[in-house]
RNA sequence: GGGCCGUUAGCUCAAUCGGUAGAGCAACUGACUCUUAAUCAGUAGGUUACAGGUUCGAUUCCUGUACGGCUCACCA
């Protein structure tokens, strides 16, 4: 049978359940961690023991040297691993014996010991008592390979996490990077807030949703593709400095940089603008690098970039300029529409905002360092506030790296009368079939009329910055649990259930 | 959704031109009381993703399906 290790192990913990062995035990009393043991008793010489000192620790066994009568084995925990010294005349006969046939590379064990260090320098456990904490019924994959099969690493990604030492590191990046964002955040008054997943009109974004049902209203809902209007109601409300790190949903396609559902962190400042949310962009980035890497420079898929402060500014009308050698200002609507066409480019729409946008879709990936790209037109911004000085532009940004957008932000639209006319063109785009466009939500005009005060807003997509973090070349490699094809797990419980 | 590529033992990988499917690790049995991917001797483990087809004979050639990867389109 192709589980045939799986077989013997149930049926060896059948056999210690009849000898009134627990493979299963409640607790285990842990006085150390794997990385405390190395700290604490680093000085050791080799070959100097410690028996006066006694550690508890705890961790799954990845790897067993048997040597007949004493054996190495090493367990791990999530601070490390360490080493472990058994043998017959220090643990007594009987424990010896359960220890060579019951405890198997991927249990968990528990050690009672002292400290000591062998012959070849490396910090060991010599063991005292050993216990049997969780019996493992599947194999590890191979200690030295790992598993490289994609499909395995995201679709049972506990595997991965035991078998690549990689892509536990990553994993422990994302986790603290979100620690220091919200740190930051925190530190310059920004409060934490919640808005709502489950939206009935969609907004802050561009993208085709996800429909769910609501039984008790008997109504349909959109799992949300942004938060920005509900945040801006906050703003309206009173809040002066708000932010949120959550997940949005876009039903669209996947890629290396895609994923249906990814993390946002969104923030809104009341008073600022954009040329404030572009300081706090650089400031939050940056030191997130610094403070994990103790440098700005980092190395991503190969190419080093620096994330040191302050960044390039520039409009995109004179980034498309510098890389394509034309003047946008001085070329009629016809004549963009016609540069595009000999690239092989067919707009959909030919308003000057949508042909500019696909002039910019041509140059995006000559952005290597991080690069704000500022002042969009006002056709593809429907909630950004018009520029004080450049008539069709707005005060707007995105961040691009590796030519990859990382963040989007602009001072804030407020006026309630301009923000019903860009709701009002938005939806005359969706009535004749973009369906992109965004929704009329009179509510968020309606608290628009209450008066917000001018604000910077300001979205990072998380999971790409994390990417650049833990130098992951797709999306599904920074994310826990991504996405997948459901699997046929159903057929083998059936069967199992039948037996 | 389109195109290209992949799927062999629990894991990592072989298998010539279409001719009995192998190795290392893991498992099991045995030897070994300071090893570092410990070592040594032996045993067992396979519907070659699935369903068809061609053939005396298919892991190998053909068709379809499932799942995955890359890529194009859409999007962030």
């Known amino acids: 049978m192709s589980d045939s290790i799986r077989e013997q192990r149930l049926q060896e913990i059948a056999e210690l359940r009849a000898q009134g062995v627990n493979p299963y035990p409640h607790e285990f009393e842990r006085t150390h961690t794997t990385d405390k043991i190395l700290e604490t008793f680093a000085y050791l010489q080799p070959e100097q023991t410690l028996e006066s000192e006694t550690v508890h620790c705890a961790g799954r066994v990845i790897a067993i040297r048997d040597h007949g009568k004493s054996a190495f ?65 599947r194999p590890l994959p191979e200690k030295w390979h790992g598993i490289k099969d994609k499909e395995v690493i995201y679709r049972q990604r506990y595997v991965d996490l035991i078998a690549n030492d990689e892509s536990m590191k990553r994993f422990k990046v994302r986790f603290e990077a979100l620690k220091l964002i919200r740190e930051f955040m925190n530190n310059r008054q920004f409060v ?78 009341a008073y600022a603008d954009y040329e404030d949310m572009m300081e706090l962009t650089e400031s939050l980035m940056s030191s997130v690098v610094k403070k994990m890497f103790g440098t700005y420079l980092l190395t991503y898929q190969g190419v080093e970039i620096n994330f040191e402060p302050p960044w390039e500014r520039i409009p995109m009308i004179d980034f498309i300029n510098r890389h394509l050698q034309m003047d946008v200002d001085s070329s009629s609507d016809a004549q963009l529409l016609d540069y595009l066409k000999q690239r092989g480019q067919e707009p959909e729409l030919t308003d000057r905002g949508h042909l500019i946008e696909a002039l910019w879709d041509l140059v995006e990936d000559k952005v290597v360092q991080p690069v704000f790209i500022i002042d969009h037109p006002i056709e593809i911004s429907p909630l950004a506030k018009k520029h004080r000085s450049k008539a069709g532009l707005t005060e707007r940004f995105e961040l691009i790296i590796y030519g990859r957008e990382m963040a989007n932000a602009f001072s804030e639209l407020n006026d309630p009368v301009d923000q019903r006319e860009r709701f009002e063109g938005q939806v005359k785009l969706r009535e004749s079939g973009d369906e992109e466009a965004q929704m009329m939500d009179m509510d968020f005009v309606r608290a628009l009329e209450y008066g917000m005060p001018p604000t910077g807003g300001l979205g990072i997509g998380i999971d790409r910055f994390i990417m650049f973090l833990s130098d992951a070349p797709s999306i599904r490699d920074v994310i826990a649990f991504p996405l997948v094809r459901p699997e046929m797990v159903y057929q083998e419980y059936d069967e199992e259930g039948e037996e």
């Open 192 to 269: 934490e807030v919640e808005t709502p997943m489950l939206q009935y009109i969609l907004g802050g974004a561009s993208a085709r949703p996800f429909v769910t049902r609501m039984n008790a209203y008997d109504i349909d809902l959109y799992l949300r593709i942004a938060p920005e209007l509900y945040l801006k109601r906050l703003i309206v409300g009173g809040f002066d400095r708000v932010y949120e790190i959550n997940r949005n949903f876009r039903n669209e396609g996947v890629s290396y940089k895609h994923s249906p559902e990814f993390t946002m962190m969104e923030c809104y400042q």
């Open 73 to 137: 084995f090493v367990i791990s925990d999530y601070y490390g691993k360490i080493q472990v010294y058994i043998r017959q005349a220090g643990v007594g006969e009987e424990a010896y014996s359960f220890f060579k046939k019951h405890i198997n590379v991927g249990d968990y064990a528990g050690i009672v010991g002292f400290p000591f260090r062998s012959k070849t320098g490396e910090l060991t456990i010599y063991t005292q008592q050993i216990q049997l904490l969780t019996k493992t019924v």
